[in-house]
């Protein structure tokens, strides 16, 4: 039988093609919280599915700044994404704060790239410096989540002189938008070994 739920026009190629008899389909598109620009133009619409208001862009960061998010950072990235079984930061990672040694290391991978000093010595300024990570985010209790690692902005929302740009991509990502060096692994950032 070919009908066999009598609808009309079925067989159709998937489950949805039969409501677009009657619905319009570009009414019904996927909402994409990472397609954040529309002719280099912030569309504020999607800054507020994380944020209680329109973060400013072009501001700088600032220690401990409150970028006002909704709610728990993990929790709004599981509005859309769930972490698969094997993922790298499951336990131990999610929710912990990195120890003093792993911070100076985050800062001073941040830099490497930028400076032609050895780690050794990268380690001693950054500790000298009590520098933090800029571009590693961690949540509003110090701890490591979703955006430690992957940065949910599209790429040209943020300027390239912000160190939370690191990891952008355009609103279809490529590279699970982390937040690494070019051709490097997601582990380095944290870890020496």
């Not at 066999?4 to 489950?15: D, K, V």
């Not at 620009?37 to 400013?56: F, Q, Y």
């Not at 929790?75 to 929710?95: E, F, K, Q, V, Y």
């Not at 160190?163 to 944290?190: F, M, T, W, Y």
Request: aromatic residues 6%; positive net charge; glycine residues 6%.
């Amino acid at each position: 039988m070919l009908n066999r739920n009598f609808l009309r026009g079925a067989p159709t190629p998937h489950s949805l093609a039969f409501c677009f008899n009657c619905h319009i389909q570009e009414n019904y598109q996927p909402f994409n919280v990472h397609d954040q620009l529309e002719a280099g133009k912030e569309k504020t619409d999607t800054c507020l599915w994380c944020h209680v208001s329109v973060p400013e862009v072009g501001s700088n960061i600032r220690e401990a700044a409150s970028y006002g998010l909704r709610g728990k950072a993990i929790d709004l990235c599981r509005n859309c994404h769930s972490m698969p079984a094997g993922h790298p930061t499951g336990d131990p990672h999610m929710d912990s704060k990195p120890s003093a040694d792993m911070m100076s290391y985050m800062s001073a991978y941040e830099i490497q790239h930028k400076m032609n000093l050895p780690l050794k010595q990268l380690l001693e300024y950054v500790q000298a410096a009590k520098r933090t990570p800029r571009s590693i985010p961690l949540d509003e209790n110090g701890c490591i989540t979703c955006y430690s690692c992957h940065n949910p902005h599209q790429k040209g929302l943020l300027p390239n002189s912000n160190p939370r740009s690191v990891g952008a991509e355009p609103k279809k990502a490529k590279n699970h938008r982390l937040r690494i060096q070019e051709g490097d692994i997601a582990c380095r950032a944290c870890h020496q070994k």
